[in-house]
């Protein structure tokens, strides 16, 4: 790599429950290097054994990224975050060698949205392990539907539609026990987790990451052909980010919508299901949104002071 190349690299990295990707941009915007590894969340910050993990996490993609050139800003958008960075700052800048102010963090949807609209343009919804609706207002200000973390909701995600399918397998079992051998959304799902017996269910739904669970998900809609039951919980998947996006509607007036994120790619039905439950002047896309390709070209506008102000 010239010297002039590496005089100019912005570091974007887009951290979610199931993958972490990031980028490196070079002058003009273009992309250099890119790699994935394991998912990230700052709800991981909670505890010892997840700070732990993020640190180990931070090492991996500094010994990826050091081996295409030093960075000179870094644009992160983690799932999860809430606007407290002092130690993430410190602890990525350490394993890149920056100084922290160098790097800013965000929440991942920011940059995802970033990537999709020019601020007041759209609504994204989001649908990883967990779901949002997000807009960000011409004036820059962010605002949310959803998004509050697979315990309290997160409707349409990966982990609710993982969450549904074993609920409703456990309920049909406590009705008719055995019930589940004529399933092949149960068979499916007993494969992923292990087992038949509840031991492996309740294990891997209270005892593995969200971004594990989310995982799942998968197995659901690659039955949903063959099991009513699958298709079913995909389509009010549908029908979940849907009143994500009514309820930015209601609130700023009608704008495009962008669909994005894994678990929105899982199956037709839920692409359908939402565009058919929206108001019918609202049109959708879905866009395999790159989200670290933007984090990583508004890192570049970091090392200039000028921060991008539209899509990228």
Same mark, same amino acid.
């Given at each position: 790599m010239h010297e002039s190349e590496i005089d100019a690299l912005g570091l974007g990295i887009d951290a979610g429950g199931t993958q972490t990707r990031w980028a490196l941009a070079g002058p003009g915007?273009?992309?250099?290097?890119?790699g994935t590894t394991g998912g990230l969340s700052a709800l991981q910050m909670a505890s010892s054994d997840g700070r732990e993990a993020v640190q180990a996490t931070f090492a991996s993609i500094a010994g990826e990224v050091l081996a295409h050139g030093r960075p000179h800003a870094v644009r992160a958008g983690l799932t999860g975050f809430g606007g407290e960075s002092d130690m993430l700052q410190r602890w990525l800048g350490e394993a890149l060698g920056l100084d922290p102010q160098a790097l800013v963090f965000s929440n991942d949807i920011e940059?995802?949205?970033?990537?999709?609209?020019?601020?007041? &343009?759209?609504?994204?919804?989001?649908?990883? /392990?967990?779901?949002?609706?997000?807009?960000?207002?011409?004036?820059?200000?962010?605002?949310?539907?959803?998004?509050?973390?697979?315990?309290? &909701? &997160?409707g349409g995600g990966g982990f609710w539609i993982a969450r549904e399918a074993l609920r409703h397998i456990w309920r049909v079992e406590d009705e008719r026990p055995g019930a589940w051998e004529s399933s092949p959304m149960a068979h499916a799902v007993f494969q992923h987790v292990g087992g038949s017996d509840w031991s492996f269910s309740r294990q891997f739904i209270y005892g593995r990451e969200r971004g594990e669970v989310g995982k799942l998900a998968i197995a659901v809609a690659a039955t949903a052909e063959r099991d009513p039951a699958a298709a079913a919980i995909l389509r009010d998947a549908g029908q979940e980010l849907a009143r994500l996006a009514i309820a930015l509607v209601k609130r700023f007036g009608p704008r495009p919508v962008a669909l994005a994120g894994r678990a929105a790619e899982l199956h037709p039905a839920i692409v359908d299901t939402m565009r058919a439950a929206l108001p019918p002047d609202i049109t959708l896309s879905? /866009?395999?949104?790159?989200?670290?390709?933007a984090a990583a070209r508004l890192a570049l506008g970091q090392c200039s002071h000028q921060e991008p102000n539209k899509a990228i």
């Open positions: 915007g273009r992309i250099v290097a890119e940059i995802a949205y970033l990537a999709s609209f020019r601020p007041g &343009d759209g609504y994204l919804v989001y649908a990883g /392990t967990g779901s949002i609706g997000a807009f960000i207002d011409a004036q820059g200000g962010f605002h949310r539907a959803g998004g509050r973390g697979v315990v309290l &909701d &997160d879905q /866009t395999g949104v790159r989200a670290h390709y």
